[in-house]
């Protein structure tokens, strides 16, 4: 069918319409599966947050930040304590964070040659060897690495993540979000997931919705994702995060994007790519519609933590594992833990090393 047709067709769906699919393509998994929703339990560790990009609506960026929040290489002390107490609350994911490319910054380059370290990509490889070593799994998000880079470090992480967010070129234009953010240039996230691809890295992507693109901008992001996992099967889960506004950020939409909106995408996420790839929503983004995301098709609430927030929105805090967990048994569901890579990468040839399987199966017996 021509796709022009297709998003025209997907955008006209009504949520009803939109629930009747979702339903029929959960159908199609086995009965064990169909009624399971996943999460991974774990901990950030945010490594830097100077970035070359100034992405309008970022609150994680050095240039939003108070002095005291203003990180220009996470300490590695703090980083050893946040993995004993990691392993007292029974985490198994360490997810790892920073802004892009922050040796850019003299201030940074100065804190790394002080630790003995060359670029940022040394502490980077360091860190995720570090917290294999202590049985912990590295997920890593620290914007673009080159394809040498991403082959280097995929040895020590279980997965990776990179958002698309948006490829639409208008919100580069002057006064739109990324306008000053040289490394959110669409051409780049599609290599760097392309490279993820042929390097067989279990990997999430996704959409940051309510930044000045439409429903079909949206779709059409979405197919290119599905298609980028058509050619390489690496993309894990699509994760349809919403803009939340955040004090002192420039970006002040006059229109924020609404609940409906999200719902709506999540469920033509789903239709989309069918049960390829999970469907994953931000729980503590959307507090009081988790059984509308329920019906719209998720599979996933990604990584919550016991003990570290949301650094990207942190005045939205985790919610109890418990409280989901009721949700979902209200509406024929069972919460359950996984580890940062699903089971099928775990059982896929070349897409994980013998230092993330010797984690895996140490905690293989462990998941409740």
């Known amino acids: 069918m021509n796709l022009i047709k297709t998003i025209d067709q997907l955008e ?54 108070a002095q005291n929040e203003i990180i220009v290489l996470f300490d590695l002390k703090k980083i050893k304590k946040l993995m004993t107490k990691a392993h007292q609350l029974d ?14 910054f003299q201030i940074v380059k100065k804190g790394l040659k002080l630790r003995g370290f060359e670029g940022f990509f040394d502490y980077l490889l360091y860190i995720c060897k570090l917290l294999l070593s202590k049985k912990l799994l590295p997920h890593t998000n620290v914007g673009y690495l080159s394809y ?36 959110k240039k669409p051409d780049k996230r599609i290599e760097f997931i392309k490279n993820a691809g042929k390097l067989k890295i279990p990997f999430t992507t996704g959409l940051l919705l309510g930044i000045g693109e439409n429903m079909i901008d949206r779709i059409k992001d979405l197919f290119l994702i599905k298609e980028l ?71 996933d609430f990604g990584g919550i933590s016991p003990f570290t927030r949301d650094e990207i929105n942190p005045y939205k805090p985790w919610p109890k594992i418990e409280h989901l967990k009721k949700i979902c048994k209200a509406e024929g569901f069972d919460l ?10 775990i059982r896929k040839k070349n897409f994980i090393s013998s230092q993330i399987n010797n984690v895996i199966e140490f905690y293989c017996n462990n998941i409740s």
Request: a positive charge; hydrophobic letters at 30%.
């Open 12 to 65: 006209k769906l009504t949520l009803r319409e939109i629930i009747q699919k979702v339903r029929e393509i959960k159908n199609e998994l086995p009965q064990n599966e169909r009624k399971i929703i996943t999460f991974s339990k774990n901990f950030t560790i945010p490594l830097s947050n100077y970035c070359i990009n100034n992405c309008s609506y970022c609150y994680f960026n050095h240039r939003m930040k």
């Open 91 to 104: 985490c198994k994911e360490a997810l790892i964070i920073s802004g892009e490319h922050p040796d850019q």
């Open 148 to 183: 040498d880079k991403l082959e280097q470090i995929k040895d020590y992480n279980a997965s990776m993540g990179l958002m698309l967010e948006s490829s639409q070129p208008r919100l580069f234009k002057k006064g739109e979000v990324h306008n000053e953010s040289p490394g």
């Open 229 to 299: 996992n058509d050619e390489y099967e690496h993309i894990q889960e699509i994760i349809i995060q919403n803009f939340v506004s955040k004090p002192n950020i420039r970006y002040n939409p006059k229109t924020p994007i609404g609940i409906k909106d999200i719902i709506k995408t999540t469920g033509i996420a789903k239709i989309i790519v069918e049960n390829s790839i999970k469907i994953q929503i931000p729980p503590n983004l959307i507090p009081g519609y988790e059984k509308q995301f329920l019906k719209v098709g998720i599979d």
């Open 336 to 345: 359950k833990e996984r580890l940062p890579i699903y089971d099928k990468f």
